[in-house]
């Protein structure tokens, strides 16, 4: 069964995005957009589609929630999930944040890295109970038999750790480093704003690319 989703035309009239606005440091531009995302009252203002590929090249997207911006950015999940693998064996990675309200998109490229054991386990020492036992009883990205296997090793785990779960080894932070920054601004008649950067021996360097 076909469908067709022509009649749906949006025109994005909310902002408009100069060489000026950027300024000359891309990441604190991406931390203004984000905060604006947030007061703008969007849903999961740091989350993103985080792209991989493994050695065979073959892409896969997956979305995660952006946990901290300061030099990169940084993003927990499995190491030995199928994101955990690509990475092991290709560190190259990209990012994609939409905020739909706002019109706008930011694209990251960079290198990927796990950031410390420590920075993994502080973080994961302040996760929710919950998310800890979750994270520590889901084999992520494997064929598991059937969700009541998933619920029986929580509940195990629960038995075990019933007030705080130690961070699992193979569960911790990676950090982008960024590479290229692009801020995408929609536009009316689709002659929408995109400013990249791309960071060479002198700093970031500041383009606009064609819509
Ligand atoms: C809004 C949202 C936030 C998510 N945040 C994370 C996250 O921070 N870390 C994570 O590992 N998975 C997160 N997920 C789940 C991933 O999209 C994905 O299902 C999971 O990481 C397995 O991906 P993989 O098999 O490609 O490794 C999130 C999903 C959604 C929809």
């Given at each position: 069964?076909?469908?067709?989703?022509?009649?749906?035309?949006?025109?994005?009239?909310?902002?408009?995005?100069?060489?000026?606005?950027?300024?000359?440091?891309?990441?604190?531009?991406?931390r203004?957009?984000?905060?604006?995302?947030?007061?703008?009252?969007?849903?999961e203002?740091?989350?993103c589609?985080?792209?991989?590929?493994?050695?065979?090249?073959r892409?896969?997207n997956?979305i995660?929630?952006l946990?901290?911006?300061?030099d990169?950015?940084?993003?927990?999940?499995?190491?030995e999930?199928?994101?955990?693998?690509?990475?092991?064996?290709n560190?190259?990675?990209a990012?994609?944040?939409?905020w739909?309200?706002?019109?706008?998109?930011?694209?990251?490229?960079g290198t990927?890295?796990?950031?410390?054991?420590?920075?993994?386990?502080?973080?994961?020492?302040?996760?929710?109970?919950?998310?800890?036992?979750?994270?520590?009883a889901?084999?992520?990205?494997?064929?598991?038999?059937d969700?009541?296997?998933?619920t029986?090793?929580?509940?195990?785990?629960?038995?075990?750790?019933?007030?705080?779960v130690p961070?699992?080894?193979?569960?911790?932070?990676?950090?982008?480093?960024?590479?290229?920054?692009?801020?995408?601004?929609?536009?009316?008649?689709?002659?929408?704003?995109?400013?990249?950067?791309?960071?060479?021996?002198?700093?970031?360097?500041?383009?606009?690319?064609?819509?």
């Amino acid at each position: 069964m076909g469908a067709d989703f022509l009649g749906r035309r949006l025109s994005y009239e909310a902002g408009r995005l100069t060489e000026e606005d950027c300024g000359s440091d891309p990441m604190a531009f991406l931390r203004l957009w984000i905060d604006e995302a947030s007061e703008a009252g969007l849903i999961e203002p740091t989350a993103c589609a985080l792209a991989t590929a493994g050695k065979d090249g073959r892409p896969s997207n997956r979305i995660v929630l952006l946990r901290k911006l300061d030099d990169g950015l940084v993003f927990f999940s499995n190491y030995e999930s199928r994101k955990g693998q690509e990475l092991a064996t290709n560190p190259l990675a990209a990012m994609t944040f939409f905020w739909p309200q706002l019109q706008r998109q930011a694209r990251i490229e960079g290198t990927v890295a796990k950031v410390s054991a420590a920075e993994s386990d502080e973080y994961f020492a302040g996760r929710p109970y919950g998310s800890q036992l979750a994270a520590a009883a889901s084999p992520q990205s494997q064929k598991i038999r059937d969700r009541a296997a998933l619920t029986a090793r929580a509940e195990e785990l629960a038995a075990v750790y019933p007030d705080q779960v130690p961070r699992p080894s193979h569960w911790g932070g990676f950090r982008l480093t960024p590479e290229a920054i692009e801020f995408w601004q929609g536009r009316p008649g689709r002659l929408h704003d995109r400013i990249l950067f791309e960071r060479g021996p002198e700093g970031w360097a500041r383009a606009r690319l064609a819509p």
